[in-house]
């Protein structure tokens, strides 16, 4: 076939890039154009017009260049190439043939590259390049396929990330994964795919508006892949949906959705509710901050040990069975946290070992059965076993019946801070929330239970239980009467009461001790024991003036000097001086109350 466009007004018409290809005695000028009306075959979307480069030695890279088969130099090159598609390449997007090949030429051409609306197989991993943006027309009619019984299991992802700054972009695209969909299934059997999008190293990466159907693991974004944004994500992957750790900057998202698509019946969706799916893995990174997660049956992981900026979420919503925040290092601030449970559920909404958590407002629906927050370590302004967890303006919901365990539970070193929260239902004979040990720092305060109850450790003289409201508790303070020389000195009391109120450094304290103090040769001062905070200098601990002592003597005011072994008693009155009060001031047998009030800097 030979071709003259010279001073040709018409541009010829071909059906096919291998058409093109054939064409032999070309004589045309600089820039004349020919028409393409598809790739492979009239109509597939991969047509348009081409202009004649007569110098051009370029590749033919079957999508933008075209090199005839009879000539050495000059090639025909699309001639807009603003907009370059999949299609343009030679990708068919049936969902039955291979597309890898040609989508990866297209992505080799260095262009933003765009998948028109059909579903694309792969068999191995797409490699876009630095900056490149790849995209769909929706999350939902553009799709990448991806089957184990054809796809190179071996490969790091379906989409790889180049491992240099800046990432890809990838846009409104869906990854739709082939499952096991027999009866019967368990998740022993599924397929184990790689990462839908690994950007490992890879800082700078965007992701928005992408969903992954029936996958095994989602993002991978370790390394450093700091400065990275996520943004609308429905993720469906029954292992990890999102992993992030060794971020050197801030990582930003915006609504992520983690459900299992595309198999949201059956077994599939018994295999993701089995205890064993995880929403999101959020390690080390300098700076985290995302708007809205929402979970289905499904846990979020923290561990940011060693994170120097708190990690910052909107909401967080925790629906269905297994759903669990566990915060096990790292600083954690949420702003809003809803969670709901079924009747027998027995995971914990919220679990913290480590860390430290503040949560503003959260509203808890929970079962009969297992502490729906719960605090082994660290601090948790809600419910702790290690660490903090803070909450406040919090709402707790079950079902009309008698739980069989409380809400809350705080062991271990877990520094629990609850203010300004309720029980929804007010079903008598439940126990709201069970603290066991007394550790510094612990604050239930503004909690009106009434029917209900709460659990305090036995002595509390480092944490403050007070309540307000309808309900109000005064802890047992197990302080003790001695003196230099004990000898036989026997004391009952009749009541050892009192708290003390942390506020960072400072502290406020009352204890209210009422004795009988029995004795024949017990000599010596007089001095408490059992109050377990020591100030930093003898001027950071101040006894208030409604202190007082019971003496059978003219002093009438107390004071207190704190000493490693406790607390001696000091009396002064009208023209006494300060001295150290003595056993010998008391009358044996004879009941007397001390009343201690100060405040003190640790």
Known sequence: MSLSIQNNSRRQAYSSLAAVRLISGITAYEGEVINLSGHTTEGDGG?????WDASSTATDNNGTIVKLADTTTGRFIRVDQTRISVRMFGAV??????????????????????????????????????????????????????????????????????????????????????????????????????????AVSSPRTVIDNLRVSRGWDGIKLTGNSGGSYLGRLELGCYNLNVEIDNSLDFMHGESWHIW????????????????????????????????????FSSRVDINGISSILPFIFGSI???????????????????NLYSSKSTTETVSSIK?????????????????????????????????????????NMTFRWPNTART?????????????????????????????????DVLGTNINGFPLSPHTLTLPTFSAITNHGTSGRYRSLDVWNASLTCTT??????????????????????????????????????????????NITPTTAS?????????IGLNTNFTSLSIANTSSGMTVQTQGDNQALTNAVIASLASGVEITILVTGRGKI
């Open 47 to 51: 047509g348009g017009d081409f202009y």
């Open 93 to 198: 997007g049936n969902g039955s043939t291979d597309d890898t090949t040609k989508i990866n030429v297209a992505l080799d051409s260095g262009r933003d590259i765009l998948f028109p609306i059909g579903t694309y197989l792969i068999t191995d991993a797409l490699t876009p390049g630095n900056s490149q943006k790849i995209y769909g027309q929706d999350r939902t009619t553009s799709i990448i396929k991806v089957d184990a019984a054809t796809f190179n299991m071996s490969a790091l992802g379906v989409i790889i990330s180049p491992a240099s700054e800046p990432g890809c972009s990838i846009s409104d695209i869906g990854i739709e994964f082939v499952q096991p969909s027999g009866s019967g299934e368990v998740r022993a059997n599924m397929n184990q795919y790689p990462p839908a999008v690994y």
């Open 260 to 295: 299992p698509f595309g198999g949201d019946t059956g077994d599939l969706l018994a295999v993701w509710k089995d205890g064993s799916t995880v929403a999101l893995t959020l390690g080390d990174v300098d700076g985290f901050n995302l708007d809205k997660l929402a979970c």
């Open 317 to 335: 919503q925790l629906d269905g069975t297994n759903s669990e925040l566990n915060i096990t290092e790292g600083g954690v601030i949420i702003g």
């Open 352 to 392: 913290v070992t480590g860390g430290r958590v503040d949560i503003s407002n959260a509203h808890i629906e929970g079962g009969e059965a297992g502490y729906q927050i719960q605090v082994t370590g660290g601090r948790l302004s809600t419910s702790v076993s290690a660490g903090q967890l803070s909450l406040s």
């Open 405 to 437: 365990e409380p809400m809350i539970e705080q062991s271990g070193s877990g520094i629990l801070i609850v203010a300004e929260c309720q029980p929804d239902h007010y079903t008598a004979g439940t126990e709201v929330i069970h603290a066991t040990t």
């Open 486 to 531: 004990v000898g036989d000195l026997s004391v009952v009391y009749g009541s050892r009461t009192g708290f003390i109120n942390l506020d960072g450094d400072f502290y406020d304290f009352h204890l209210r001790l009422v004795c009988t103090p029995t004795f024949t040769t017990a000599s010596g001062t007089l001095s408490i024991t059992g109050f």
């Open 540 to 548: 950071d601990f101040a006894i208030g003036s409604y202190s007082k």
